[in-house]
């Protein structure tokens, strides 16, 4: 008897490096922290843009290559910046695997501008830092 | 393999295209990089970006034997942890 098979097409696994988990914790902080605009939709966003990419890792062209890996881009919002690695599938057993590396921000500029209902004021009251300096919660 | 616009009604294509897009470095505006190659600075629709690829690519994580984390499981503890700062911030209220 001949086993069947399943129609739907295997997608590549997407994982997350520490440093990418470090990275969306701290963006994560800092949306949490402006009271302006919608925090948890901003990060559903990010969320389905990098499910997004199991079904085409290869839309994003090639911005770098670093120790012989090549690293793509995809933009979120105009304003966040998803940077990933794809490695495509190897033999049957894999359906490729999709590395997170680094989710970025605007260094400048409001991220919650045009993204949100009319405020007073475009300042967001959070620091901007592209720099990953919060700590993990335990 | 097939896109996820392909999959959705025009309307959620025509969504996801505005939400998610993938420029070319050519496509960014005032792209700079630094003669090491570690830094750069660049412009997009407005929106200034300043990249240290030593955070994104740090020398010598490639040789490491990470896995690193499911998406389904760390987006289930980044629920927990907003979760967890929600209610940090309702006991200081």
Same mark, same amino acid.
């Given at each position: 008897m001949?086993?069947?098979?399943?129609?739907? !097409?295997?997608?590549?696994?997407v994982i997350?490096?520490? +440093?990418?988990?470090?990275s969306?914790r701290?963006?994560?902080d *800092?949306?949490?922290a402006n009271? #302006?605009g919608? %925090?948890?939709a901003?990060?559903?966003?990010?969320?389905?843009a990098?499910? %997004?990419?199991?079904? %085409?890792?290869?839309r994003? !062209?090639?911005?770098a290559t670093?120790?012989?890996?090549?690293f793509?881009?995809?933009?979120?919002?105009?304003?966040y *910046?998803?940077?990933?690695?794809?490695t495509?599938?190897r033999?049957?057993?894999?359906?490729?695997?999709? %590395?997170?590396? &680094?989710?970025? #921000?605007a /260094?400048t500029?409001? !991220? *919650?501008? /045009?993204?949100?209902e009319s405020? +007073?004021?475009?300042?967001?009251? /959070?620091v901007?830092?592209? #720099?990953?300096?919060? !700590? &993990?919660?335990? | 393999? @097939?896109?996820l $616009?392909?999959?959705a009604?025009?309307?959620?294509?025509?969504?996801?295209?505005r939400?998610?897009?993938?420029p070319?470095n050519?496509e960014?505006?005032?792209r700079?990089v630094s003669?090491?190659g570690?830094?750069?600075?660049?412009?997009?629709?407005?929106? @200034?970006?300043?990249?240290?690829?030593?955070e994104?690519?740090p020398?010598?994580?490639?040789s490491?034997?990470?896995?690193g984390?499911? @998406?389904?499981?760390?987006?289930?503890?980044?629920?927990?942890?907003?979760?967890?700062?929600? $209610?940090?911030?309702?006991?200081s209220?």
């Amino acid at each position: 008897m001949i086993a069947s098979r399943s129609k739907s !097409p295997r997608l590549p696994r997407v994982i997350w490096r520490r +440093a990418a988990r470090r990275s969306m914790r701290a963006l994560t902080d *800092f949306l949490d922290a402006n009271v #302006h605009g919608d %925090s948890k939709a901003r990060r559903k966003e990010i969320e389905a843009a990098v499910e %997004s990419l199991r079904h %085409s890792p290869l839309r994003c !062209p090639a911005v770098a290559t670093k120790e012989g890996k090549t690293f793509r881009r995809l933009v979120v919002r105009d304003r966040y *910046f998803v940077y990933y690695v794809y490695t495509p599938p190897r033999g049957m057993t894999s359906a490729g695997t999709i %590395s997170i590396r &680094a989710v970025r #921000h605007a /260094a400048t500029q409001n !991220p *919650f501008l /045009a993204v949100r209902e009319s405020l +007073a004021a475009d300042q967001p009251h /959070a620091v901007l830092s592209t #720099h990953d300096t919060t !700590p &993990a919660i335990a | 393999m @097939h896109s996820l $616009a392909s999959a959705a009604s025009p309307a959620q294509a025509n969504d996801m295209e505005r939400l998610f897009e993938s420029p070319t470095n050519e496509e960014l505006d005032n792209r700079v990089v630094s003669p090491c190659g570690r830094f750069e600075s660049f412009d997009y629709k407005g929106n @200034h970006f300043e990249i240290d690829w030593d955070e994104i690519a740090p020398a010598g994580a490639e040789s490491e034997d990470e896995e690193g984390t499911p @998406h389904e499981e760390f987006m289930a503890e980044l629920d927990r942890y907003v979760e967890e700062l929600e $209610a940090l911030r309702g006991a200081s209220r």
